[in-house]
């Protein structure tokens, strides 16, 4: 049932699947064996093989992951004997484990292809997680020791799926944490389950922190970087159809309407100024501040021309009255 449920997933036919074994004791049955792994591996790799793709280098690797065979226990055991044989102190490899190095690589690809399939929603998903799973089955492959008696396939999963699961969640979200936050909050989880169980309620923050050795507000804070970010256009749910940046209002910003209205004034007051002559037009600015930082008195604007006091009153009253002439033969808008 589970394996033609993980057919179903890769969306391939369940025909495909090999015929059950009945005999199978019950301490030997897993989700998916390092053969039923292997074979649903081969499957996946070759049904997105065969599906036309416009990434080449995506096809190129689908393509190289299907048309390599497994490997067969007794080629994983000789593999895997000469990389251990021929890695240097250093970590280094000799020319021959290099080479050895590569073909287990190699001929293990569709792993990667089957455990990236199970979270890739696009193909642009598919090639990043690849890339990501490749890392964890390089990892699992300088580790690999064939003496164990465990199928590659088993040991490599938890790499492989853990570098797929990373990148899954860096994808997730808008701003992204290091691997070891993740880390940190995955201890987190458990320590704060097994305080659950030993007091009998949920533990606090600090309580939490003070068991795994932290600072005791460094889990607040970790959390803190954790939150999850809130769209300003995310649907409205039961608001009046009101998206969240419709709901946030900002004190500070300028009413486009008024500013708008405003736009308009000034661009109708300097067509009222350009009617009057410069001395009168100067008074005008002057007098109200305009280009100026204060408002300027009688006396400071006679000094500034060479008249009187009230030779500048008298200007000015004229030339209020030829806007007042102007402004009611052109309306504002």
């Given at each position: ?8 997933d890769l969306r391939?036919?369940?025909?495909t699947?090999p ?11 897993t989700?998916a064996?390092?053969s039923?792994?292997?074979?649903l591996?081969a ?7 065969e ?8 096809g190129d ?7 390599r ?16 044989a021929?890695?240097?102190?250093d970590?280094?490899f000799?020319?021959?484990a ?5 073909e ?6 569709r792993l ?9 929603r ?12 490749n ?37 997730q979200r ?5 691997r ?17 169980q ?7 923050e ?21 939150q ?11 608001d009046?159809?009101?998206?969240l940046?419709d709901?946030?209002?900002d ?8 500013a708008?209205?405003?736009?308009d ?28 930082d ?5 006396e ?7 008249v009187t ?17 102007e ?5 504002a808008?």
């Amino acid at each position: 049932m589970i394996q033609t449920q993980l057919l179903q997933d890769l969306r391939l036919p369940t025909s495909t699947l090999p015929a059950p074994t009945h005999d199978r004791h019950p301490n030997q049955e897993t989700a998916a064996d390092s053969s039923t792994l292997s074979e649903l591996a081969a499957l996946a790799a070759q049904a997105f093989a065969e599906e036309p793709t416009e990434f080449d280098g995506l096809g190129d690797y689908l393509r190289r992951a299907c048309h390599r065979d497994k490997l067969e226990p007794a080629e994983e055991t000789a593999l895997g004997r000469a990389l251990r044989a021929g890695r240097r102190a250093d970590g280094s490899f000799t020319p021959a484990a290099r080479l050895a190095y590569d073909e287990f690589v190699e001929r293990n690809l569709r792993l990667v292809v089957y455990f990236a399939k199970r979270f890739a929603r696009s193909r642009d998903d598919l090639l990043d997680l690849i890339s990501a799973g490749n890392l964890g089955l390089m990892t699992a492959t300088q580790k690999f020791d064939p003496e164990r008696g465990i199928r590659f396939s088993t040991f490599a999963a938890w790499d492989i799926h853990s570098q797929i699961v990373a990148e899954v969640r860096q994808r997730q979200r808008p701003v992204h944490l290091p691997r070891n936050l993740h880390e940190q909050l995955t201890a987190a989880r458990r320590a704060e389950a097994e305080l659950t169980q030993q007091l009998g309620r949920e533990p606090t923050e600090t309580e939490v922190s003070l068991e795994l050795g932290w600072a005791p507000d460094h889990l607040t804070d970790l959390r803190r970087l954790t939150q999850a970010g809130v769209s300003l256009d995310a649907p409205p749910e039961n608001d009046g159809g009101l998206t969240l940046a419709d709901r946030l209002k900002d004190e500070a910003a300028t009413d486009p309407a008024h500013a708008a209205e405003r736009s308009d004034r000034a661009t109708f007051a300097r067509a009222l100024l350009d009617h009057l002559d410069g001395r009168e037009r100067r008074i005008l600015c002057l007098r109200h501040g305009i280009g100026t930082d204060h408002e300027w008195t009688l006396e400071e604007i006679g000094a500034a021309l060479g008249v009187t006091r009230e030779r500048v009153r008298q200007l000015e009253g004229i030339a209020l009255q030829k806007l007042r002439t102007e402004a009611a033969a052109r309306p504002a808008a």
